[in-house]
């Protein structure tokens, strides 16, 4: 090779270098620890392969309760957060004045640290002997009964985490359904209007068709991000989500690997690789889905 | 014909106020949800700056206080090691951008402009590797990292962060628009690839780099799952561990108005780099969003 | 259906937000009688569209009124005006084949105009066939080329059978070859269907070529209406005559002492007018090369293009210099020559006053010269 043709690969040397490192190389390994039995970190040996650590972990109590926490979480918050988004962006699209600040207040939490927001929440939610906390003050004063939603039930503690996920979800997906409102061709509005297509019809036949690309976009995004809930969930609740029965997937994979003495990186792989199949499986329905019920260009 | 007219002004009058109604309603609703929005930053402003007495002794929450005390703010930076969290963040952001755009913008410019055998195969496996899931990854990750022995370094820290595949793409899709004549020109005038990265295509490009710049400065200083696994000493937290720390043992459990005064400190930097460069941010991550 | 504009103004308030007004469109008052197809011209920023769109109702005036034939319609939603547009990108909806394209107006419909689904598709297919797509029915927008594009927009504004079409640019977004079809096709068009038809461009030569009548309008204000020939030769100031033909009229700065017009120190013709300062607008075809000829301009070179030739010499006092003259190509000057000389032919000779650029109407007496 002459240095003509080695310049280019020069260029992407560091590149190259770094992602192999850091993404091609622990994406083999990660298949090769799920199959590795009885791995101890400290002497890295192992004492032979198969499929025992996948059945180890379908069978521990804590990833059941991650799952099926994860796989509410996500139920509700994704088709919530996108409908009160399109309803939001809207609302905006409507509004000639005022936009830019109420669109520039919206975007805020997406700019917070996840975990000092999240210490809020705990603390607006919270009820403890010393204080009811301000949403037990909101739940008295329209005449209901007071709840600890960080350490009360488990329908309480759903909500704080459901409610606090949209909260941090809502600001990208406004985002992007704002600017795809606004993209929408207004000659199109106005030949509906010249017709007298009324409003609601007008939704549902030239808005939503227009729009229903960016909405299957946030939809499939919403759902991996959802899979992937943890940071929000500590903040809430702190590290220990396995005692607050709160733990997610990705909790799981986090907690195995951080556990006593170099954790237990096999029992991670296999919960990450279990989570990455269900995942898998939900986009590609979603995909599926999406190339009927979607317009595009 | 005079019946007619006034017959037109009623139905002119009803709809002016159905709109007038639906305007109404959408205020109320948007600005219902933008306090909801702002509260949580309002409470925790409003917590820290109560004493800790005060708060304490308040079984219902107090909506305002009448004796704002910034005892909280020196507790944090004295009882806690939060300036030390803080300077953490700041090493750790300004060498993993900085690093990451050096990364981003050679490899963006090989991809855009050069030619060489493989260019696209390479180019697609790279895209493919913006399918893999952090999870993936991050456990053999966190084993290299503790084989090398980089735990509590900030080398650790750094090096699995660096790469961004979405940037490189994002970055490699904007150079591409650049005129191929300019290059050309560039050529015939006999300057340097390197000249002519630096001198034309990214000053042409600025914005897009400005963009990948602010994303990644959002990403490393909310980072806290690889800083939570890399770190447990508390002399290489970043401020999101700093805080996850605050809260199981800083302060004591119950000092909430100092963890505020942490909270607010931390959330304060960003806060005024969104409010500076809000509109570039909002167009970044749109434009980021509807590409990826 | 006869459209009348009544006093019509629209201002709209200015970018500065000081509360100050940009008028668009100012006292506009004429009268489109029915059956006609008129082409709205005037040049971008003029004011037209604003016009367009307050004849279908997207706008309400800020002034005056709008009547279609007996009806005051000013405050009319556009939907009950019984109005078809054609915008000017179409605006055809790319998620729905050219069929539910054109079915879309008629799905509107409520109550006692409620149409079952046979019947729109045959309304539907009865508009197709007059644009002739009905081949196409099933394809989306974004499978037909731009022609195909506007010819379903024509019939998606003519299903519902409107009292009046509104078309707006047409014909600006096709390229020159299907330009000179589609124009024939929207004359064809509205011959067979007898609707009022308004059309709005920029274009004097689409104008022309198949309207009815035009309406000139520049900066908001009405210049001129008339049959397109008669608002050719007999332009009433200088920007309508500047603004039709091509190529445009040839411009100079004159003077008439002594019932006599001058353009430099050459006496060009014999008028009855009294001494005053004046523009002359000579159309392309109003010179005659004769060596005997009275006003001298320097030779430039010389086009054949087949029928015609064009001559192009330049003036010193011609507004643009160059002076571009037609003339039938038996008279062809020496090409080497330095100068040609012209006879100007009187009806394509007008006379404007220098100050208010109206016309100045004047009687010439030829053999005095």
């Given at each position: 090779m002459n240095t003509r043709s080695l310049k280019p690969w020069l260029y992407l040397l560091p590149a190259i270098l770094f992602l192999t490192a850091f993404m091609v190389y622990p994406l083999f390994d990660v298949f090769v620890y799920s199959v590795e039995e009885g791995y101890n970190f400290a002497s890295q040996t192992y004492s032979g392969t198969g499929i025992y650590n996948y059945s180890y972990v379908l069978h521990d109590q804590y990833f059941l309760q991650a799952v099926k926490n994860t796989f509410i979480l996500v139920i509700i918050t994704v088709p919530l957060s996108t409908g009160i988004a399109l309803l939001i962006s809207l609302g905006l699209n409507s509004l000639p004045k005022l936009k830019d600040l109420y669109q520039t207040i919206f975007f805020l939490p997406y700019v917070t640290n996840t975990l000092a927001v999240g210490l809020v929440f705990m603390i607006l939610f919270k009820k403890t002997p010393y204080s009811e906390g301000f949403v037990n003050l909101l739940i008295h004063f329209f005449g209901g009964e007071s709840v600890d939603f960080i350490e009360g039930p488990y329908w309480a503690k759903m909500f704080v985490m459901c409610f606090y996920t949209v909260w941090i979800v809502l600001p990208f997906k406004i985002l992007i359904l704002t600017s795809a409102l606004a993209s929408v061709d207004q000659d199109l509005y106005k030949a509906a209007k010249v017709d007298g297509t009324s409003r609601l019809r007008i939704f549902y036949k030239i808005t939503l068709p227009m729009i229903s690309p960016m909405i299957f976009y946030l939809i499939i995004t919403g759902f991996i991000g959802a899979f992937k809930?943890?940071?929000?969930?500590?903040?809430?609740?702190?590290?220990?989500?396995?005692?607050?029965?709160?733990?997610?997937?990705?909790?799981?994979?986090?907690?195995m690997l951080y556990g006593d003495s170099g954790g237990y990186p096999s029992f991670a792989s296999a919960a990450a690789l279990i989570l990455f199949a269900i995942v898998l499986t939900i986009t590609c329905i979603n995909l599926l889905v999406s190339r009927k019920k979607v317009y595009y260009d | 014909m005079s019946t007619k007219n006034t017959d037109f002004k009623n139905i002119e009058r009803a709809a002016r106020n159905r709109e007038k109604t639906r305007k109404i309603i959408t205020y109320v609703l948007l600005t219902i949800w933008a306090l909801i929005v702002l509260f949580p930053f309002y409470w925790m402003i409003l917590t820290s700056v109560k004493s800790y007495g005060a708060y304490n002794a308040e079984y219902i929450p107090q909506l305002y206080t009448l004796a704002p005390t910034f005892q909280n703010y020196v507790d944090a930076f004295t009882a806690v090691p939060l300036a030390r969290y803080f300077l953490n963040t700041i090493i750790f952001t300004v060498i993993t951008t900085g690093v990451m755009l050096m990364v981003t913008v050679f490899a963006a410019f090989a991809f855009a402009r050069l030619e060489f055998r493989g260019r696209n195969l390479l180019f697609t496996l790279f895209l493919a590797l913006m399918m893999i899931p952090n999870e993936l990854v991050i456990i053999t990750n966190f084993v290299t990292i503790t084989n090398l022995g980089m735990r509590n370094t900030?080398?650790?820290?750094?090096?699995?962060?660096?790469?961004?595949?979405?940037?490189?793409?994002?970055?490699?899709?904007?150079?591409?628009?650049?005129?191929?004549?300019?290059?050309?020109?560039?050529?015939?005038?006999?300057?340097?690839?390197?000249?002519?990265?630096?001198?034309?295509?990214?000053?042409?490009?600025?914005?897009?780099?400005?963009?990948?710049?602010?994303?990644?400065?959002?990403?490393?200083?909310?980072?806290?799952?690889?800083?939570?696994?890399?770190?447990?000493?508390?002399?290489?937290?970043?401020?999101?561990?700093?805080?996850?720390?605050?809260?199981?043992?800083?302060?004591?459990?119950?000092?909430?108005?100092?963890?505020?005064?942490?909270?607010?400190?931390?959330?304060?930097?960003?806060?005024?780099?969104?409010?500076?460069?809000?509109?570039?941010?909002?167009?970044?991550?749109?434009?980021?969003?509807?590409?990826? | 259906m006869k459209i009348v504009l009544d006093h019509l103004t629209k201002r709209f308030p200015n970018r500065n937000k000081d509360g100050g007004f940009v008028t668009a469109v100012s006292d506009f008052t004429f009268e489109i009688p029915d059956g006609k197809l008129v082409g709205l011209l005037g040049p971008s920023g003029c004011g037209k569209s604003t016009m367009l769109n307050m004849i279908c109702g997207l706008e309400v005036p800020s002034e005056g009124r709008i009547y279609f034939g007996e009806d005051d319609v000013t405050e009319l939603p556009p939907e009950n005006r019984g109005v078809g547009m054609v915008f000017q990108s179409y605006a055809l909806y790319p998620h729905l084949t050219v069929m539910q394209n054109i079915t879309f107006p008629l799905e509107n419909l409520k109550g006692k105009d409620k149409l079952t689904k046979e019947q729109m598709k045959a309304k539907a297919l009865e508009a197709a066939r007059l644009v002739q797509i009905e081949q196409l029915m099933e394809r989306k927008p974004s499978e037909m080329s731009g022609g195909q594009q506007q010819r379903v927009a024509?019939?998606?504004?003519?299903?519902?059978?409107?009292?009046?079409?509104?078309?707006?640019?047409?014909?600006?977004?096709?390229?020159?070859?299907?330009?000179?079809q589609t124009?024939?096709?929207?004359?064809?068009?509205?011959?067979?269907?007898?609707?009022?038809?308004?059309?709005?461009?920029?274009?004097?030569?689409?104008?022309?070529?198949?309207?009815?009548?035009?309406?000139?309008?520049?900066?908001?204000?009405?210049?001129?209406?008339?049959?397109?020939?008669?608002?050719?030769?007999?332009?009433?100031?200088?920007?309508?005559?500047?603004?039709?033909?091509?190529?445009?009229?040839?411009?100079?700065?004159?003077?008439?002492?002594?019932?006599?017009?001058?353009?430099?120190?050459?006496?060009?013709?014999?008028?009855?007018?009294?001494?005053?300062?004046?523009?002359?607008?000579?159309?392309?075809?109003?010179?005659i090369l004769d060596e005997n000829g009275p006003f001298t301009c320097a030779l430039n070179r010389v086009e054949v293009m087949g029928r015609d030739t064009s001559v192009v010499s330049t003036h010193p006092l011609c507004e643009n210099v160059v002076v571009r003259s037609i003339i039938s190509t038996e008279d062809k000057p020496d090409p080497d020559a330095q100068d040609v000389h012209f006879f100007l032919k009187p009806q394509k000779t007008l006379l404007f006053d220098r100050n208010t650029q109206e016309r100045i109407y004047y009687h010439e007496v030829p053999e005095a010269l």
């Open positions: 809930a943890y940071s929000d969930v500590v903040a809430i609740f702190g590290v220990n989500l396995n005692a607050a029965g709160m733990n997610t997937i990705v909790g799981y994979v986090y907690d | 900030f080398t650790g820290l750094i090096l699995p962060s660096i790469t961004s595949v979405f940037y490189i793409y994002l970055l490699k899709e904007n150079f591409e628009q650049v005129p191929d004549e300019l290059y050309k020109a560039a050529k015939v005038d006999g300057t340097s690839d390197l000249k002519y990265l630096f001198k034309v295509l990214i000053p042409i490009c600025q914005p897009t780099i400005v963009t990948i710049t602010i994303l990644k400065v959002i990403e490393c200083w909310n980072s806290y799952v690889w800083p939570r696994l890399i770190t447990d000493s508390p002399t290489y937290f970043l401020v999101s561990n700093g805080i996850q720390e605050i809260r199981e043992n800083g302060f004591g459990r119950e000092n909430i108005p100092a963890m505020m005064a942490a909270v607010v400190v931390i959330s304060i930097p960003l806060i005024v780099l969104f409010l500076i460069f809000h509109k570039k941010i909002m167009e970044g991550v749109s434009r980021g969003g509807t590409k990826g | 024509i019939a998606r504004a003519l299903v519902k059978k409107p009292r009046v079409l509104l078309l707006d640019e047409p014909l600006s977004n096709l390229d020159a070859r299907l330009r000179l124009r024939e096709e929207i004359r064809r068009i509205q011959k067979e269907t007898k609707i009022t038809t308004v059309f709005v461009t920029h274009d004097q030569e689409e104008a022309m070529s198949i309207s009815d009548l035009i309406v000139v309008m520049s900066a908001g204000v009405l210049q001129q209406i008339g049959k397109p020939q008669e608002v050719y030769d007999d332009p009433v100031n200088l920007f309508v005559a500047k603004f039709l033909g091509t190529p445009a009229i040839n411009v100079f700065t004159g003077k008439i002492r002594n019932h006599r017009l001058f353009i430099g120190d050459e006496p060009v013709m014999h008028v009855q007018e009294d001494d005053r300062e004046v523009y002359v607008g000579i159309r392309p075809e109003g010179f």
